[in-house]
């Protein structure tokens, strides 16, 4: 996928715990782990702004564009 997210890194630097941003989201701490792991296929902008409120950041300091890499034919 394109899109990486950096969700770990903003906790780290934030100094929260997966369980207490969770509790502070008020999202299951299962779905932030598929999530935090860039197992997620999609994130409700609701969600995403709960956690920019909870960590003080952008949605740009936690979600990342990357191009995929091209398969050649052999």
């Known amino acids: ?13 934030r100094k929260k715990s997966l369980t207490e941003l969770a509790g502070e989201v008020d999202i299951t701490l299962a ?16 969600t995403l702004e709960a ?12 979600l990342q564009y990357t191009e995929e890499e091209k398969e050649e034919d052999n």
Not at 31 to 46: G, H, Q, T, V, Y
Not at 51 to 62: E, K, N, S, T, V
């Open 1 to 13: 996928m394109a899109i990486i997210i950096n969700l770990d890194v903003m906790m780290a630097m």
């Open 51 to 62: 956690i920019c409120r909870a960590l003080d950041c952008q949605p740009g300091d936690i």
């Open 31 to 46: 779905n932030l782990s598929i999530l935090k792991n860039n197992k997620a296929k999609a994130i409700r902008f609701s």
